[in-house]
């Protein structure tokens, strides 16, 4: 439905200007501007932010208007923390699961992860190597994958040159793993990896 399209648009751009800092907490969100701004009705734009609202994000307030929730940075860290358990959960599926042939994708996807220079390309080869493990993790799994991941920004690994040479050995660990078909330490890897990006996020600055 073009309705539900429009709105779940909205609700993505609307959330990663929330967690990315460029909407303040408790900055009223103006729906007018934002539907005029999209070439759209109200409608989709109200739907959108009680989206959100159930996300935690949004405060929708009777009379007053919706406003950007209060984020603390812990609850950015627990919402790192819920993705890495279950997408740790992943992690073993796939140290049972992925064939030979994807295994080498794997591997060829975390080489191009470490070659690659700057921000956009080491988050496509990124992009690519949690999608292989993703994938193994079967269509239930990869679903609430997905949601928990539309509750981060899409830009939530932040690969300043630190963070990217600490997630390089992260994948490494995660990798080795799989390809030894040790499901509880490909868990585990993949956990902790996501528990320090979030970690990361709080505490890095803000461009």
């Known amino acids: 439905m073009k309705r539900e399209r429009f709105a779940e648009e909205v609700a993505t751009e609307l959330r990663e200007m929330i967690l990315s800092g460029r909407l303040s907490l408790g900055e009223r969100i103006d729906q007018d501007a934002v539907a005029e701004a999209h070439g759209m ?4 734009v109200r739907e959108a932010l009680i989206a959100l609202e159930q996300e935690g994000l949004v405060v929708n307030t009777p009379r007053r208007g919706a406003y950007v929730a209060e ?8 919402q790192y923390e819920v993705y890495g358990l279950v997408a740790g959960l992943a992690a073993a599926r796939a140290a049972e699961r992925l064939t030979i042939e994807q295994l080498a994708d794997l591997r060829g996807a975390h080489e191009r992860f470490i070659k ?11 992009e690519e190597f949690h999608r292989i493990i993703n994938h193994a993790a079967g269509s239930r799994l990869r679903s ?11 830009h939530h690994y932040m690969f300043d040159s630190a963070w990217a040479k600490l997630a390089a050995v992260h994948h490494e660990r995660v990798l080795l793993a799989i390809e ?15 528990v320090a990006s979030g970690h990361h996020r709080r505490t890095a600055p803000r461009s």
Request: aromatic share 0%; no cysteine; proline share 8%.
């Open 144 to 154: 609430v994958l997905g949601l928990l991941a539309r509750s981060l920004p899409s």
């Open 180 to 194: 030894r078909r040790d499901p509880v330490g490909a868990r585990a890897a993949m956990t902790e990896h996501l």
């Open 41 to 44: 009705s109200r409608l989709p």
């Open 116 to 126: 690659a220079k700057g921000g956009a390309a080491q988050q496509r080869s990124n």
């Open 71 to 78: 984020l603390a940075p812990e609850d950015v860290h627990d």
